[in-house]
Every structure is written in structure tokens, then in C-alpha cells.
């Protein structure tokens, strides 16, 4: 089939205006969205099968990003597998907001519950003179931040450890964390998409969704945060409040708030006193 009339076939199937159905088509035929029309070639018959299972699936609900296993963010590729979240546009937010405040300086990062890897490979690819390190809770999503790190050619450090249970070793300049935040009861609540095919472990903050903002700041940031240094957090949109108190509580100052690009609250930063 010529791609042209493929396009549109992919177009209507997924009642999409495009977006998804070039993204598929280029995924399994490795040809860019320019060479559609600049080198149009036929599908072939195997190409053709490999898009409409993916249709299929597409259409029952999976999300895109764990169908052809990869996501963009921050410009950057990142491979996604079912251990991991999808990474949000939400997140860019906090990862700019961090990349502006180091700059150039040579400071020791520790993104805490990495997952797909794609906040702190961020910081790493645009903060040349950091040290990165990469902490999670299992060897299944490290491995998955390990393949991202090499797809974007960064050399980073990985530390599996379970927050809530123990306290990881080294001192960091910056912790910066996107860690589980929705309260447990409202999980059911949310897309079908979401509850469905992400992993709830990533999701889950208890029971008011404060469980590791608390843990962090008040367990783990005393310990292996040098005085002076920097936190940043992604926070849900209701959550700025009571993240900012917690930060107080625990004596941390210069205590910040920032919008998204969507006017919700997202990130909250703040300097070890
Ligand atoms: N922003 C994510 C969502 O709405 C939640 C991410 C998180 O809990 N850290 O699904």
C-alpha cells in the first residue's frame, strides 16, 4: 500500500488527526515524517500487519507510548516499559526550573524515584558539569533508566533503594524528586488509561498523597542533602499548600512555587537552611 493512502486509512481508525497515526506509521517503517513525502515508498506486507496490531491495541484503550515502548521529553528519546510512567509534559516544568538554577555549576544531583530516568538524564544532557544519580526502588525500572541513559549517551549513577524503607548513602548539592502523589482513595477516579495500564506504585502517595514528600524532607533530605542545598519537587495542583508547610516545618527557606505552562501549581522548590 502507498503511504499516502496508508496515512489516511491509520487516520481514520484511530479517528486521529494525525498525530498518532504518523507516529505509529514512522515507528514501524523507520521512515521520518518528512520521508512521506519526500521518499514515499509502499508498505510492506509485514509493516502493514505490525501498524494494524498496534491499531488495535491503540484503539482498546493502551497508551501509544507503551505500545511502540518509547516517549519523547524534553526533546530527548526515552524507552518506556510498563515498570515505568509515562513521562508528562507536567514534568518538563520542574525539569527546566531545575536545568535554570544549576546552570553551570558543578553539583551532585539525586533524582529520587527516577523511573524512565527522563528528569535526571535531562538534567544530566543539559548540565554538562553535574554528577547524576538515578535512585529507584527496583531493578526493573533501573534497568530501564540504564537503557535510557546509554540511548542519550549520559554517564550517571544508579542506586536502588526503597526511600520508605532506608535512608541511601553519599551527600547531594540537589535532590530532585516526581514522586508517587495522588491520594490513594482517588486512584479509582482516574483516566482509564492511567489506572489501567501504569504502574500504581508510581502513583500512589497514601492516603494524602503527602507520603513521600514527607519522608523525603523530614527522613531523607537531613541526612544527604548538604546545608545550602536545593530541593525540587513536582507536586499535584492542590498540593502546593501543604508541601510548602512541610518544607517550613522542617526549616528549609527561600521556599518557591511555580506554575505550569497550564496554570496549575507544579513544582515546589526550596534551600536546606
Ligand atoms: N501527574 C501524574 C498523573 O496525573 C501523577 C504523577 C505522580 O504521582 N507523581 O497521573
Redesign the pocket.
Known sequence: MVIGQLRSEVRDELGDNGHEADWIISHVTKMSQADFVLHPRDVTEEELKAIEEIVERRNQGEPLQYLLGETEFMGLTFKVTEDT?IP?A?TETLVEEVIRKIGKKKLTVLDIGTGSGCIGISIAKNCKNTQVTLLDYSEAILQVAKENADLNGVNVDFVKCDILEEIPEGVFDVIVS?????ETDTIFS?DNM?KSY?PVE??D?GFDGLLFYQRIVEEVAPKILKDGGYIAF?I?YNQGEAVIDILKEADFVSIKLKKDPCDNDRVVTAKKG
Open positions: 510512567l508528562r507536567d516526581n514522586p508517587p502523589y495522588i482516574l492511567v501504569e508510581a502513583l502517595g513536582e499535584g
